[in-house]
């Protein structure tokens, strides 16, 4: 095929470019966007009007089949006009296309983004490479940075632990007979369904594509001020599974401030994307920071299956330590909301990683659930969770030895079991316990539980902070029983402190335990994390982090 032949294909097929964050002379003009000429302009909004309706009708198709059923659209007089009208549709986006490709092929602006995308996908030389950096396009074309395949490392190798490997054996010892597995066929296919449809839009509403149409505009303009103010690196990673993963770095080590030296790896909730959510926090703070996309959010591609997200975990996990050059120690995982799933599975797998800092995180996805959906469907989604989104953040957390802290916020309206905002049912209480309860198993008897529970049921910090005072809390000698039996016996998780203690002094350790595992923000659930409340966690051996 001959150079202009082929240059106007690429042209036809091409991803939409954006933005120019810098231009090819290497100077910084703080970017601009790209000026489409008319012909490309009308004939991609053509394409966007097209690619909307699809993704419209996909959400809504069994209304349109009930219509067209209906309306007998789908009978032999019926079938012909559907076939004449999306062969319209058809003609109309081809149509479209090629007219695009014509634009592009006379605009020079265009034409020198082809021809550096062209090269930076056939060769494998850095400086050719990092010229992509310089515009914003659609990122399906974005040339693959780093392979989760290819990482060998021993530090970047995860333990391999996952829920469902730790729960196989109870698993296969209640595994039904096979009458019993041929009578619950129906359900199990109706389970099957429900979660792989409108199940999995419900929890991870941010990978439907009519959202992330919706937040375009918003995503697309922090985007530019992450890279060309923030000096904000974008890659794409490929993780085991084939998906790719929408990352942007922003590297402080080079800054006076030690915290430049931590990178924070910051995991969005399930509406939530890098690009405007809770990594902005650390960032203000100094310190490093790699944000990422679930998949089928943003530039990530896929489904967010715990699988999925798993294995999108490990390939950033991977790429921080392999590519970007910090050890786990150096690694602090910060999430909000669901994204403490993803958190707390790294956490488990890379068990040296500095600390966990969860924000408005919940315990475990069921019982969550189960109040909020109709009695008569209580077992089914029990069933169904637990077997197709299992996102059990206690289950996982609890398996890492390291410094954890938990933020709670007041006034959550997300992640409670009560129709009202209400401390007393926030799912984080109950986090904590199950954290508390495995690292002092000894310490958390029927009591300490009692007590807890009443703490945490608090109305506010004055009520929070009179229970304390009542039991006269030191922490000087709350710190000092804790480094005594810890010399005597062992540091490692569980700490079975609390035997010889007596209740005055097992009630202080009690709430001492509480008020350093978890910090409370006076705020719903979405509302920015301020700076002051980034904390990084408690730990015995440092207590300038409590």
Same mark, same amino acid.
């Given at each position: 095929?001959?150079?202009?032949?082929?240059?106007?294909?690429?042209?036809?097929?091409?991803? /939409?470019?954006?933005?120019?964050?810098?231009?090819?002379?290497?100077?910084?003009?703080?970017?601009?966007?790209?000026?489409? =000429?008319?012909?490309?302009?009308?004939?991609?909004?053509? $394409?966007?009007?097209?690619?909307?309706?699809?993704?419209?009708?996909?959400?809504?198709?069994?209304?349109?089949?009930?219509?067209?059923?209906?309306?007998?659209?789908?009978?032999?007089?019926?079938?012909?006009?559907?076939?004449?009208?999306? +062969?319209?549709? %058809?003609?109309?986006?081809?149509?479209?296309?090629?007219?695009?490709?014509?634009?592009?092929?006379? +605009?020079?602006?265009?034409?020198?983004?082809?021809?550096?995308?062209?090269? !930076?996908?056939?060769? @494998?030389?850095?400086?050719?490479?990092?010229?992509?950096?310089?515009?914003?396009?659609?990122?399906?074309?974005?040339?693959?940075?780093?392979?989760?395949?290819?990482?060998?490392?021993?530090?970047?190798?995860?333990?391999?632990?996952?829920?469902?490997?730790?729960?196989?054996?109870? #698993?296969?010892?209640?595994?039904?007979?096979?009458?019993?597995?041929?009578?619950? %066929?129906?359900?199990?296919?109706?389970?099957?369904?429900?979660?792989?449809?409108?199940?999995?839009?419900?929890?991870?509403?941010?990978? @439907?594509?009519?959202?992330?149409?919706?937040?375009?505009?918003?995503? &697309?303009? =922090?985007?530019?001020?992450?890279?060309?103010?923030? *000096?904000?690196?974008?890659?794409?990673?490929?993780?085991?599974?084939? *998906?790719?993963?929408?990352?942007?770095?922003?590297?402080?080590?080079?800054?006076?401030?030690?915290?430049?030296?931590?990178?924070?790896?910051?995991?969005?909730? *399930?509406?939530?994307?890098?690009?405007?959510?809770?990594?902005? /926090?650390?960032?203000?703070?100094?310190?490093?920071?790699?944000?990422? +996309?679930?998949?089928?959010?943003?530039?990530?591609?896929?489904?967010?299956?715990?699988?999925?997200?798993?294995?999108?975990?490990?390939?950033?996990?991977?790429? !921080?330590?392999?590519?970007?050059?910090?050890?786990?120690?150096?690694?602090?995982?910060?999430?909000?909301?669901?994204?403490?799933?993803?958190?707390?599975?790294?956490?488990? =797998?890379?068990?040296?990683?500095?600390?966990?800092?969860?924000?408005?995180?919940?315990?475990?996805?069921?019982?969550? !659930?189960?109040?909020?959906?109709?009695?008569?469907?209580?077992?089914? /989604?029990?069933?169904?969770?637990?077997?197709?989104?299992? $996102?059990?953040?206690?289950?996982?957390?609890?398996?890492?030895?390291?410094?954890?802290?938990?933020?709670?916020?007041?006034?959550?309206?997300?992640?409670?079991?009560?129709?009202?905002?209400?401390?007393?049912? *926030?799912?984080? =209480?109950?986090?904590?316990?199950?954290?508390?309860?495995?690292?002092?198993?000894? %310490?958390?008897?029927?009591?300490?539980?009692? %007590?807890?529970? #009443?703490?945490?049921?608090?109305?506010?910090?004055?009520?929070?902070?009179?229970?304390?005072?009542?039991?006269?809390?030191?922490?000087?000698?709350?710190?000092?029983?804790?480094?005594?039996?810890?010399?005597?016996?062992?540091?490692?998780?569980?700490?079975?402190?609390?035997?010889?203690?007596?209740?005055?002094?097992?009630?202080?350790?009690?709430?001492?335990?509480?008020?350093?595992?978890?910090?409370?923000?006076? !705020?719903?659930?979405? &509302?920015?994390?301020?700076?002051?409340?980034?904390?990084?966690?408690?730990?015995?051996?440092?207590?300038?982090?409590?």
């Amino acid at each position: 095929m001959s150079r202009p032949w082929s240059r106007f294909i690429q042209c036809i097929l091409g991803p /939409t470019l954006r933005r120019i964050h810098k231009t090819e002379d290497g100077l910084d003009r703080g970017g601009h966007s790209y000026t489409s =000429n008319g012909l490309e302009f009308y004939a991609d909004l053509t $394409l966007r009007a097209a690619n909307f309706a699809w993704n419209f009708s996909f959400y809504t198709g069994p209304f349109w089949i009930a219509y067209m059923f209906k309306n007998q659209y789908f009978t032999i007089e019926g079938v012909p006009f559907l076939v004449k009208y999306g +062969n319209f549709i %058809l003609c109309i986006v081809l149509g479209a296309m090629w007219f695009r490709g014509v634009g592009r092929y006379y +605009n020079p602006e265009y034409q020198k983004f082809i021809q550096v995308l062209t090269e !930076a996908k056939n060769t @494998t030389d850095h400086q050719i490479r990092e010229r992509v950096r310089h515009y914003d396009f659609h990122f399906k074309q974005w040339p693959v940075d780093f392979k989760a395949s290819e990482s060998h490392s021993a530090a970047a190798t995860p333990k391999g632990l996952s829920l469902e490997a730790l729960h196989a054996d109870s #698993q296969a010892s209640r595994s039904p007979g096979i009458i019993s597995q041929i009578l619950g %066929l129906p359900c199990e296919l109706l389970s099957y369904a429900t979660m792989h449809t409108f199940g999995r839009w419900l929890i991870y509403p941010g990978h @439907t594509e009519l959202l992330n149409q919706l937040v375009a505009t918003t995503i &697309n303009e =922090n985007r530019d001020k992450m890279v060309e103010k923030l *000096n904000g690196l974008r890659a794409k990673l490929e993780a085991k599974d084939g *998906n790719q993963i929408d990352v942007m770095f922003f590297d402080r080590r080079k800054n006076t401030s030690p915290k430049g030296k931590k990178l924070v790896i910051c995991t969005e909730g *399930n509406a939530g994307f890098y690009e405007i959510g809770c990594a902005a /926090t650390p960032m203000d703070c100094g310190y490093s920071v790699l944000g990422w +996309n679930h998949p089928g959010f943003g530039g990530s591609t896929g489904t967010p299956y715990p699988s999925a997200e798993q294995a999108a975990m490990e390939a950033v996990m991977q790429y !921080a330590i392999d590519r970007l050059g910090f050890l786990p120690q150096e690694i602090i995982l910060f999430a909000w909301s669901i994204g403490g799933y993803a958190s707390s599975w790294a956490a488990m =797998n890379y068990p040296n990683v500095s600390g966990v800092i969860l924000d408005a995180t919940f315990d475990d996805i069921v019982p969550l !659930a189960l109040p909020k959906m109709p009695k008569r469907l209580r077992a089914f /989604t029990h069933h169904s969770l637990r077997k197709h989104m299992n $996102l059990n953040i206690a289950d996982q957390l609890t398996r890492y030895p390291g410094p954890i802290r938990l933020l709670r916020r007041t006034k959550d309206e997300v992640i409670i079991t009560s129709e009202t905002p209400d401390v007393a049912f *926030n799912r984080g =209480n109950d986090l904590l316990l199950k954290i508390l309860k495995h690292r002092y198993p000894t %310490l958390m008897n029927l009591e300490s539980v009692d %007590l807890l529970t #009443q703490y945490l049921h608090a109305d506010d910090p004055i009520a929070m902070l009179s229970i304390s005072n009542a039991l006269e809390v030191d922490d000087i000698e709350c710190t000092r029983m804790l480094r005594e039996h810890c010399d005597q016996h062992s540091a490692q998780y569980p700490i079975k402190i609390g035997e010889d203690l007596s209740r005055p002094m097992r009630s202080q350790l009690v709430v001492f335990l509480a008020s350093k595992y978890m910090t409370d923000f006076e !705020a719903t659930h979405c &509302n920015p994390l301020p700076i002051q409340m980034f904390i990084p966690p408690w730990s015995l051996e440092d207590q300038s982090a409590g």
